[in-house]
């Protein structure tokens, strides 16, 4: 066994290696990439996923249709009025 870093998972490397992995668990929050996790799950770098839900509702959006809502603050009467508008 290798020395490991507190407060990440450990990772086994081989079958007599344990070393150090990328997720880091500070007793509250667990962080992917960072040490600095604020949220539950706090990923430091992209996320690939095939599903996605916020607060248990299905985000139901395309990739094209997030990135131009990224950023903007309205309400979704708002969002739908956009939407109509830039796709008639």
């Not at 095939?50 to 131009?68: C, P, R, W, Y």
């Amino acid at each position: 066994m290798t020395s490991l870093t507190a407060n990440y998972l450990a990772r086994i490397s081989d079958a007599n290696t344990l070393i150090t992995g990328m997720v880091y668990d500070n007793g509250s929050f667990v962080g992917i990439g960072t040490t600095q996790a604020g949220y539950l799950l706090n990923i430091g770098g992209s996320l690939n996923t095939s599903a996605l839900f916020i607060a248990g509702s299905a985000v139901t959006s395309s990739a094209t249709e997030l990135n131009i809502l990224d950023g903007v603050t309205a309400t979704t009467s708002e969002i739908t009025q956009i939407t109509w508008e830039v796709m008639p």
